[in-house]
Structure formats: structure tokens, C-alpha cells
């Protein structure tokens, strides 16, 4: 990182009140990591740890203008896009990055709920494939959201996680990180397609309940950590990185007592005093 470079990231994406997910855990992860974060809306949600009741679309004229005005006056070095909700947000946000320098574009494909519901339609489902995930350095889908990219079945081995990295990134993304918290066993497994292959990833599963913005803390944690590339992003380093930084938020999630439902990470563990 160049001297008297101040890193920053961007964050669009959805807001949550409870703090655990969205734009609020972007935020957290950007400051925990060192690297001064700076946010774009596309929609309030009613939502606590136990659910979502609610969802008021940003319009897509606005989301626009918040990026134009955002970056006719910030450098950005890292960009990290979450829930765009709609086609027409969805389309919004791939003609200013299209034209904007915002820096390595990591997409967190925010597409199915932990409770299986769909959480947009299939119109933005195909805009993220034909206009988004072009514009994507890496993007991220877990399980499900992978199978929906790909309007296939969900993987339920490592192997089945192997093929459908490969073709979530021949979709048109740089780098493709599926995650594979879904398959269930004695250890998270994900898997990153580069130009360069395939590497599996491995970290011992943690018996918790507070996952709640575990999507949105992983992919914000690697637009952090890309930041600080002045050249192209290693994205297989870089992955190794935020997976660590989210196992210890993953842990030391006990500590705090947020909620009754599925309580945050603590983006803070290690930072805060005991």
C-alpha cells in the first residue's frame, strides 16, 4: 500500500437495524480490518435476528446518485455489492461501475434467505448473471445461490462445490468463491475458482448461533483486504485472510447478547476489551 494512501471500501448494499448484516456488518468489517468505509443504499429492511418483516426498496435513480456523488469525490480502492433487490437496481449499479473506477468488485449474490425463500425475482436473478457478474473481480454465492446462478440442483458434496465454482465463474466473473457452510459436516468447506484452478479451503465448523451476517462479514472482509493490493487482487491470499478474520468473529460471537434469535458475529472480537 502506498504511503499517505488512505485504504477505502465501499459497501452497497441493504441496511439492517439489528446491526449483524448488510451495510452495518459491512461497515464494522471495513473498521475492524483497518480500512475506512464508506456506504451506498439500496434498501431499508424491518429486520432483527430473528427475521425479516419487511423491505423498502431504494429507487434505482437515487442509488445512482449516491454513487455518482459518492465517488465524483472519494477514491474508492475496493468495492463489495450485497442485496440489490431489483433488475432495475441491479442494472443501475452495473452502468456506474461500468464507467467508474471503484476499484477490485467483489459480489456477495444475495439471492435466498436462510429460510430457503427466494429473496428476488427472476428478472434481477438474470440481470446479476448477464450484467453483473461481468463486472465482478470475485463473487461469492453460497450453496444455494450458486444453484440459482446456475438454475441447477444444489451441491451436496465438495465435488459437486469444485464443478459449480468452475461454472459460477464461467458466467463471466473474474474469480468465483462458493461457500459451503450448506453441506453440513465437522468442518466449513469453501471453494475458490481462479484463472489459475481450483483451491479448497477448509476451517473447523464452530457449534454457534450467532451466524447471523456471516455472507455479508466474509465478502466485505475481502473487499477490506483488497484495498490494500495496489496491483491485482490475490484472491486465493485474500480468502485465506477473510476466512480467518471471520472464524474469529464466528467465535468470539458468545460473547456478546444481542437478540433472541440468531445472534451477530462479533466484528469486533480481539478489538473490544474482554
Given at each position: 500500500?502506498r504511503?499517505?494512501?488512505?485504504?477505502?471500501?465501499?459497501?452497497?448494499?441493504?441496511s439492517?437495524?439489528?446491526?449483524?448484516?448488510?451495510?452495518?456488518?459491512?461497515?464494522?468489517?471495513?473498521?475492524?480490518?483497518?480500512?475506512?468505509?464508506?456506504?451506498?443504499?439500496?434498501?431499508?429492511?424491518a429486520q432483527?435476528?430473528?427475521?425479516?418483516?419487511?423491505?423498502?426498496?431504494v429507487?434505482?435513480?437515487?442509488v445512482?446518485?449516491?454513487?455518482h456523488?459518492?465517488?465524483?469525490?472519494?477514491?474508492?480502492?475496493?468495492t463489495?455489492?450485497?442485496?440489490?433487490g431489483s433488475?432495475?437496481?441491479?442494472?443501475?449499479?452495473?452502468?456506474?461501475?461500468?464507467?467508474?473506477?471503484?476499484?477490485?468488485?467483489?459480489?456477495?449474490?444475495?439471492?435466498?434467505?436462510?429460510?430457503?425463500?427466494?429473496?428476488?425475482d427472476?428478472?434481477?436473478?438474470?440481470a446479476?448473471?448477464?450484467?453483473l457478474?461481468?463486472?465482478?473481480?470475485?463473487?461469492t454465492?453460497?450453496?444455494?445461490?450458486?444453484?440459482v446462478?446456475?438454475?441447477?440442483?444444489?451441491?451436496?458434496?465438495?465435488d459437486?462445490?469444485?464443478?459449480?465454482?468452475?461454472?459460477?465463474?464461467?458466467?463471466?466473473?473474474?474469480?468465483?468463491?462458493?461457500?459451503?457452510?450448506?453441506?453440513?459436516?465437522?468442518?466449513?468447506?469453501?471453494?475458490?475458482?481462479?484463472?489459475?484452478?481450483?483451491t479448497?479451503?477448509?476451517?473447523?465448523?464452530?457449534a454457534?448461533?450467532?451466524?447471523?451476517?456471516?455472507?455479508?462479514t466474509?465478502?466485505?472482509?475481502?473487499?477490506?483486504?483488497?484495498?490494500?493490493?495496489?496491483?491485482?487482487?490475490?484472491?486465493?491470499?485474500?480468502?485465506?485472510?477473510?476466512?480467518d478474520?471471520?472464524?474469529?468473529a464466528l467465535?468470539?460471537?458468545?460473547?456478546?447478547?444481542?437478540?433472541?434469535?440468531?445472534?451477530?458475529?462479533?466484528?469486533?472480537?480481539?478489538i473490544?476489551p474482554?
Amino acid at each position: 500500500m502506498r504511503p499517505g494512501r488512505t485504504p477505502t471500501a465501499l459497501s452497497v448494499a441493504g441496511s439492517d437495524p439489528s446491526g449483524g448484516a448488510g451495510v452495518q456488518a459491512d461497515l464494522k468489517t471495513f473498521s475492524a480490518l483497518g480500512v475506512y468505509g464508506t456506504a451506498v443504499l439500496t434498501a431499508l429492511t424491518a429486520q432483527n435476528t430473528r427475521g425479516v418483516t419487511g423491505v423498502h426498496p431504494v429507487p434505482a435513480d437515487f442509488v445512482i446518485l449516491q454513487l455518482h456523488t459518492l465517488l465524483d469525490d472519494v477514491t474508492v480502492h475496493a468495492t463489495k455489492l450485497g442485496m440489490l433487490g431489483s433488475a432495475a437496481v441491479v442494472h443501475a449499479v452495473a452502468d456506474v461501475l461500468a464507467d467508474r473506477s471503484a476499484g477490485p468488485v467483489v459480489g456477495d449474490p444475495v439471492m435466498v434467505a436462510t429460510s430457503g425463500d427466494r429473496l428476488i425475482d427472476d428478472d434481477a436473478v438474470a440481470a446479476v448473471r448477464s450484467r453483473l457478474l461481468p463486472l465482478c473481480d470475485l463473487v461469492t454465492p453460497n450453496v444455494p445461490e450458486a444453484a440459482v446462478l446456475l438454475d441447477t440442483a444444489p451441491a451436496t458434496t465438495v465435488d459437486e462445490l469444485v464443478d459449480q465454482a468452475h461454472a459460477v465463474r464461467a458466467l463471466g466473473a473474474g474469480a468465483a468463491l462458493v461457500k459451503g457452510g450448506h453441506l453440513g459436516g465437522t468442518e466449513s468447506v469453501d471453494v475458490l475458482v481462479t484463472a489459475a484452478g481450483a483451491t479448497v479451503t477448509r476451517r473447523p465448523r464452530l457449534a454457534t448461533t450467532a451466524t447471523h451476517g456471516t455472507g455479508c462479514t466474509l465478502s466485505s472482509a475481502l473487499a477490506a483486504l483488497a484495498t490494500r493490493d495496489d496491483g491485482p487482487a490475490d484472491w486465493p491470499r485474500l480468502v485465506e485472510g477473510a476466512r480467518d478474520y471471520l472464524q474469529r468473529a464466528l467465535a468470539g460471537g458468545a460473547e456478546l447478547s444481542i437478540g433472541s434469535g440468531s445472534g451477530p458475529v462479533h466484528h469486533f472480537a480481539g478489538i473490544w476489551p474482554a
